[in-house]
């Protein structure tokens, strides 16, 4: 029987170490190998032109290298860029470069499709079908380095998990991508310019206080009532605000660190003084600054961003009690690359 070969990069830099010694080759073999995985993105053992031919025969009898392919590129009209990311198995992820003036920005997906129901986003309406491996969110970043360093003429400057799926929901091998992505050997990236985005798991976020993880952390709030977040993100109905508040209060008291509330206003939904009112009182509960997110339209008719007008009395009331806010606005909407409307539709 042909045993199934183990994807290579699955190892720790110790563990191939260690193969490279229980081989009778040595152990800094493992370093260079490591290298050639991680830092020169080797498709192929053939690529690694350090390494002996009798060594990389051995290394093609035990492993393969499972490595993503970006299927297709779509540009759009402002500079964004939507990958299409094929993994090992067939299925699809999209990843998003974002250029502004001074940063050039990666919004990578951490699961194919996602379990979560927020009734806005369109990955929500993709069944889950599995979670992303860590070099398969690193391959994501990666691609998209080198599409800035290309199309930009500069390096990737900050890395948003805010694609397909709750990252939270994938914590093992989101916090192992991020090894990777800071470390010397992967791209070096400080984690003050990577943002988790959540929808907001309370055992997670207390878990990621424990971790003392150093990247920011946003939270997808879209409204601090909770019968009305219940309508619009059914899964609130297990992770209650209160819970949440708790867990965010634990988290600040770990890290020291603001967090970030993601907020869209829908006309109809969350437009009024009750909930401007709601969502100040929330906040004075932890550090935080809020983040007004455009919405972006999916095929769904019962959501409709809310006026200017409603935006700037929001605005307004966080600003007079002294919360900073800031407004996102849409990017790579032509391509459907914006925020929520990952869907696989090309
Ligand atoms: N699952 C994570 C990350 C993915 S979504 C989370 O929920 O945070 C990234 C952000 O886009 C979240 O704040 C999400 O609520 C928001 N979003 C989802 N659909 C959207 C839409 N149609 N328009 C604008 N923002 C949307």
């Known amino acids: 029987m042909k045993l199934k070969k183990k994807d290579i990069r699955a190892l720790s830099k110790d563990e191939l170490r260690l193969f490279f010694t229980e081989i009778g080759d040595q152990e800094f073999r493992g370093n260079q190998v490591y290298e050639w995985l991680w830092n020169k993105g080797a498709h192929q053992f053939d690529d690694m032109s350090n390494i002996s031919k009798d060594t990389r025969q051995v290394l093609k009898n035990h492993f393969v290298i499972n490595h993503v392919e970006v299927d297709s590129?779509?540009?759009?009209?402002?500079?964004t860029i939507k990958n299409a990311v094929k993994l090992f198995d067939g299925l699809i992820v999209e990843s998003v470069l974002i250029p502004t003036l001074n940063r050039t920005t990666a919004c990578v997906s951490t699961?194919?499709?996602?379990?979560?129901?927020?009734?806005?986003?369109?990955?929500?309406?993709?069944?889950?079908?599995?979670?992303?491996?860590?070099?398969?969110?690193?391959?994501?970043?990666?691609?998209?380095?080198?599409?800035?360093?290309?199309?930009h003429s500069k390096p990737l400057s900050n890395i948003?998990?805010?694609?397909?799926?709750?990252?939270?929901?994938?914590?093992?091998?989101?916090?192992?991508s991020i090894d990777k992505i800071t470390s010397e050997e992967g791209l070096g990236m400080s984690p003050k310019r990577i943002t988790v985005s959540t929808s907001g798991i309370p055992k997670m976020i207390k878990k990621l206080a424990d971790d003392k993880v150093k990247f920011n952390l946003a939270v997808s709030l879209h409204s601090a009532i909770q019968e009305k977040r219940i309508q619009i993100m059914p899964f609130?109905?297990?992770?209650?605000?209160?819970?949440?508040?708790?867990s965010l209060q634990y988290w600040y008291e770990k890290t020291n660190q603001r967090i970030t509330y993601e907020y869209v206003i829908w006309e109809g939904i969350n437009d009024t003084r009750e909930d401007i009112d709601a969502l100040v009182r929330y906040c004075k509960q932890v550090p935080c600054k809020v983040n007004l997110i455009e919405y972006n339209t999916i095929d769904d008719d019962s959501f409709k961003q809310a006026s200017k007008r409603v935006t700037d009395t929001y605005i307004h009331a966080l600003e007079k009690n002294r919360i900073p806010v800031t407004v996102r606005r849409s990017r790579g909407k032509d391509i459907d690359a914006a925020c929520g409307q990952l869907a696989n539709k090309k």
């Open 236 to 246: 609130a109905t297990k992770f209650t605000l209160i819970d949440l508040k708790e």
């Open 73 to 79: 590129l779509q540009k759009s009209k402002d500079g």
């Open 160 to 176: 948003v998990f805010m694609g397909m799926g709750e990252p939270l929901m994938n914590y093992n091998n989101v916090l192992k």
């Open 111 to 151: 699961q194919v499709g996602c379990s979560l129901d927020c009734k806005f986003c369109a990955t929500a309406k993709l069944k889950k079908m599995r979670n992303l491996n860590p070099d398969e969110i690193y391959d994501q970043v990666k691609a998209i380095d080198q599409e800035s360093r290309l199309y």
